[in-house]
């Protein structure tokens, strides 16, 4: 069952996080590699996890992260990784924190090297899924199969985020550049 879908059989209380990120994120591009990073680290948190945990902790997370500042996050010590690991309002995941602190340091990278993370996603986009997969696991930490499709479907680049037929699919169409559009 698509997201779309699912969202009709949530509770009322479910719905009110899940329909306002179906509506306004899933599937819209990102320009901001803080942003895009942002997403990253949520897709690895959720693993093992239901979308609706995280969705509700995505403010704790923001906060606990400094709002997803890849060049802070690169540069937390061992104290932040300890706050971290004792912040119940996120995941306290060590694999998972430690990640993040890898991940940004790996975008940080790749910034250098090509201007952006967006433009490094750029620069490889079109792939299918498992190449997009293998990519991921040989660049960053805690990245498997459904992390990587559900955070490229989740910022427009793997088809799916939207059935056709749902209301948001043609909003989204209309945000992604062309050259995501053709390919």
């Given at each position: 069952m698509?997201?779309?879908n699912a969202i009709e059989y949530m509770s009322e209380e479910k719905k009110v996080f899940h329909k306002n990120y179906h509506d306004k994120?899933?599937?819209?591009?990102?320009?901001?590699?803080?942003?895009?990073?942002?997403?990253?680290?949520?897709?690895?948190?959720?693993?093992?996890?239901?979308?609706?945990?995280i969705l509700k902790k995505e403010l704790s997370f923001r906060k606990a992260y400094h709002n997803f500042d890849i060049k802070k996050v690169a540069n937390y010590t061992e104290a932040d990784r300890a706050r971290l690991l004792d912040d119940a309002g996120i995941i306290r995941?060590?694999?998972?924190?430690?990640?993040a602190i890898e991940n940004a340091k790996t975008i940080i990278a790749l910034q250098k090297e090509f201007g952006s993370f967006e433009k490094w996603l750029e620069l490889h986009h079109p792939k299918t899924k498992e190449e997009w997969v293998k990519l991921f696991k040989k660049t960053f930490k805690f990245t498997g199969g459904e992390i990587v499709n559900e955070f490229l479907m989740s910022i427009g680049y793997l088809k799916g985020a939207h059935t056709e037929t749902c209301k948001i699919h043609s909003k989204v169409l209309k945000t992604k550049p062309m050259w995501l559009k053709i390919k």
């Open positions: 698509s997201y779309c994120f899933y599937g819209f591009p990102i320009h901001d590699d803080n942003e895009l990073f942002c997403r990253l680290v949520l897709e690895i948190n959720q693993a093992g996890l239901s979308w609706d945990t995941n060590k694999l998972k924190v430690n990640a």
